[in-house]
């Protein structure tokens, strides 16, 4: 899914939805907490453990990536595998 944002917050609430939507539980994520921000034209990528995906344990892991181009906008990129 890749998707755009005026605010950080905008783009990591959106990960916490679509983790909802689809029945993503990862404690590693619920419990991280950014600090700091994003610099113009720079970003910022991590990777999370999945607990359970769809109700069922799995060695999975949500990757996340966000960058901030020249205009102070954030681009969202994230992916399970």
Known sequence: MTSTFDTLWQAFDSIVKENKESKLES???ENYLHTGGIRYGE???????????KGRNTKK???VYVSRNTL??????????
Do not use: A, M, P, V
Request: proline share 0%; aromatic share 22%; net charge negative.
């Open 27 to 29: 404690t590693e994520f």
């Open 61 to 63: 892991c949500l990757h």
């Open 43 to 53: 970003s910022w990528k991590r990777s999370f453990d999945i607990d359970k995906l």
């Open 72 to 81: 102070g906008f954030y681009e969202l990129i994230q992916y399970s595998n």
